[in-house]
């Protein structure tokens, strides 16, 4: 079925015969999340324009299965995390990604939200990571719509590849606990 | 109440008689008003700011704002970092056209220092300039067309912003942020690579702009629901301190490129387009004609560009080339004091505004001799004009409240500064 | 001198002495006191002749060393006949209270809020003093010199490798 001319995803590992598939049901899952992860683009600033160059048409998201861009946290997996966060802002990002459901990941573009930036100052928050648990920092300020590219392919591949029951775990209760998030 | 009956009248009076610890006065619930937070994030306000609404029904009675969601302390952060490093900075305030920012500090620290530029650097930095302000106009444009609805021209934008950033890149080598030029000029000139991409440009742009003013200029919908909404008077708009296309499409023509001509601006002839109502659709069509004005000057200068150098002789900012550095002592003792920063400016204060997409720039600079600067005060023309907001969308409903708030275009980066 | 007359025909309707005019930058800067600085500013917008319809901006300043440190910065802009001049006024630390412009500018409103949220400078008369770019708990005046620009609370930076 494997059309050359067009590259699409690979099934997971598994056991086929006539018929059927046998596999494991967190690999399908996985496979099935990874790609139609709904982004929340949260844009503040400079990298809010280059997160609008990455949806158009030259370095397009929507292939990766980012078509539908969600604002609303509830209908949302990934909160990408793009500008400058300053103290003010810190309270809204974390109602945001509270309201957000399981699984929920996040990634913070650009040198601002990865670590302040280059706004060492006493109103820019130093790094989003002081409130939510961040899953993968893009750096670059901004950063080319290829690099986010492969932030984005990065949380593919961290997608994919959870377990069933990470969100449960104890480690993950604790992650949560140290930020303070219920 | 009792059980199987229920009264149609009176049944609010009666459920509050059940709890009497909500007290209302007499005519308390003939009319309640909603309030709505447009907050801080809102796919509609495109940046972070805050209103509050108060409607009643839909119309919008009051707003109230918030703003200082991203402050960044661009003033203090000047007063610590040497002149030519608050280009960085000052590309982040209006950052959808940030060479115009970078240019006009770098003009204003040559007001300072008594440089005059040569015809070639005007006229590169009149070029690229007015590819900013294109690039501004057109992203504001295609947002208003978003938020009524008509979202396939943005994408146009999107792949023709990207062919700017192209043209960016052989300049500076950054798309967005572009950090662009030297004080005293530009670090290098224009490679061979800039001409066919300008050329390019300019070849295309003509039928892309045809083609985007059909799908919006007598379309019923969009004329429908941009006309009269939003509109200020020509004096209400002087006293906010509107400046720019705004301002522009209240009646005066106010230009800061025409009244005090910078890099040499005066040497072109263009036409400042200017409204009637201040409404949203005056807005979006000054822009639209201000995109073709700034395609003619391009070609004009393009076509008429001189040959020169590109930069000034400004020893104690423009780096020095290597090869000099390598060979000469002077341009070597330059390098290490521009670098490690022991150089100084004259005493002295001066305020240099430039014609920025939203307004006028205003870079006010004090200067106490040192490396950098006493006082560095930013005349952000966003922060100033989205004070009027509450008064332009009192009356309105709330479908006229987020467009009129995208055709103000409120950039968040300059708002907040 | 198209200043000269400016200047004479301020000093006719004010007194001469409060007045420290200086031309060595770009553009006229008077000096007033705080006392007259709406009546000036009024008489500015209102003369027939100087006709300063446009406040551009203004700002604050700080300077420690002198014996009235807080500074307020006017520029205003006649558009038809393309003139600006800057108004400078001092105030002491003790009662930095000025008048406020809104009653002839609209745009005053969030200017004067940011140079009150920047310095402390008190407006009388302003509808709504409060902060507007800085969070509202925030209890001193961040762009006054004595206050650091980096953030006071954070642990995490070696002070060895920013040259402290």
């Known amino acids: 079925m494997q059309n050359a001319k067009y590259k699409i995803v690979q099934p997971p590992e598994g056991y086929s015969a006539p018929g059927f598939f046998a596999t494991s049901l967190d690999r399908v899952i996985g496979l099935a999340r990874e790609n139609s992860i709904w982004p929340l683009p949260f844009a503040t600033s400079c990298c809010g324009v280059e997160f609008m160059a990455l949806m158009g048409a030259t370095y397009d998201l929507a292939r990766f299965g980012a078509e539908r861009l969600s604002f609303s946290p509830r209908q949302a997996d990934l909160l990408m995390v793009m500008g400058t966060i300053a103290k003010k802002m810190s309270p809204v990002v974390l109602q945001v990604y509270t309201q957000m459901a399981e699984p929920r990941w996040v990634l913070a573009m650009g040198a601002c939200a990865s670590s302040g930036g280059i706004f060492d100052t006493y109103s820019v928050l130093q790094g989003i990571d002081r409130i939510v648990p961040v899953d993968v920092y893009v750096p670059g300020c901004p950063p080319r719509p290829e690099q986010v590219i492969q932030g984005f392919m990065k949380i593919q591949e961290l997608v994919e590849n959870e377990p069933l029951r990470r969100r449960y775990s104890p480690e993950y209760k604790e992650l949560l606990e140290s930020y303070g998030i219920k | ?417 | 001198m198209i200043n000269q007359e400016i200047i004479e025909s301020l000093q006719i309707h004010f007194d001469k002495k409060i007045f420290v005019v200086d031309e060595s930058s770009d553009m006229l800067t008077v000096t007033v006191s705080r006392e007259v600085i709406h009546e000036v500013i009024q008489f500015l917008r209102d003369d027939q002749f100087l006709h300063y319809h446009f406040l551009t901006t203004l700002c604050g300043m700080h300077y420690p060393a002198n014996d009235l440190p807080l500074g307020l910065v006017y520029h205003l802009h006649n558009f038809t006949q393309n003139r600006r001049i800057r108004i400078k006024t001092f105030l002491p630390l003790d009662n930095p209270s000025v008048k406020t412009m809104t009653d002839l500018f609209l745009t005053a409103d969030w200017m004067e809020r940011e140079t009150y949220d920047f310095f402390g400078i008190l407006f009388e008369g302003h509808p709504n003093l409060k902060r507007i770019l800085n969070m509202e708990e925030l209890d001193y005046f961040p762009m006054r010199k004595e206050y650091p620009l980096e953030d006071g609370t954070r642990k995490d930076k070696d002070d060895r490798f920013f040259g402290r």
């Open chain 2, 1 to 417: 109440m009792e059980q199987g009956k229920i009264k149609m009248t009176g049944f609010l009076e009666d459920k509050m008689a059940e709890s009497p610890n909500i007290t209302t006065q007499p005519n308390d619930l003939d009319k309640l008003y909603t309030t709505l937070n447009l907050g801080p994030t809102h796919p509609a306000t495109h940046g972070i700011f805050q209103n509050i609404l108060t409607l009643d029904g839909e119309r919008v009675i009051h707003a109230e704002q918030t703003i200082g969601y991203i402050h960044r302390a661009f003033e203090k952060i000047a007063e610590r970092r040497p002149y030519y490093q608050i280009t960085p900075l000052t590309d982040r305030m209006n950052y959808c056209s940030s060479p115009i920012n970078n240019i006009g500090w770098q003009m204003t620290v040559e007001k300072l220092l008594g440089v005059k530029t040569s015809k070639r650097i005007d006229y590169m930095r009149i070029i690229i300039m007015e590819l900013a302000r294109i690039t501004d106009h057109f992203l504001c444009t295609s947002v208003i067309g978003v938020d009524s609805g008509a979202f396939t021209p943005f994408l146009w934008v999107m792949q023709e912003r990207e062919k700017v950033y192209e043209i960016y890149e052989e300049i500076c080598g950054a798309r967005l942020t572009t950090n662009l030029g030297r004080i005293g000029g530009f670090e290098r000139d224009f490679t061979p690579a800039v001409y066919p991409k300008i050329r390019g440009f300019l070849d295309r742009m003509p039928k892309l702009m045809k083609e985007f003013e059909k799908l919006f200029m007598r379309n019923r919908i969009f004329m429908d629901r941009t006309i009269n909404v939003g509109a200020i008077s020509a004096e209400r708009a002087l006293s906010y301190g509107f400046t720019g296309p705004n301002l522009r499409a209240a009646g005066v023509d106010y230009d800061v490129r025409v009244t005090s001509p910078y890099s040499s601006y005066d040497d072109f002839n263009f036409l400042v387009p200017v409204g009637t109502n201040g409404d949203t659709y005056d807005r979006f069509c000054v822009r639209v004609e201000e995109i073709h004005q700034s395609l003619n000057l391009i070609r004009n200068a393009f076509d008429n560009l001189p040959a020169g150098k590109y930069y000034m002789d400004v020893p104690e900012f423009y780096l020095p080339p290597k090869q000099e550095v390598y060979s000469k002592m002077e341009a070597l003792i330059w390098h290490f004091k521009i670098v490690m920063g022991e150089i100084g400016v004259p005493v002295g204060e001066v305020y240099h505004s430039v014609e920025g997409g939203n307004g006028e720039l205003g870079f006010y600079l004090v200067s106490d001799g040192g490396r950098s600067p006493y006082r560095l005060h930013f005349r952000r023309p966003c922060f100033l004009y989205y004070q009027a907001y509450p008064e332009l969308i009192r009356g309105g409903v709330l479908s006229d409240a987020i467009l009129t708030l995208s055709s103000l275009n409120v950039i968040a980066g300059e708002l907040d500064a």
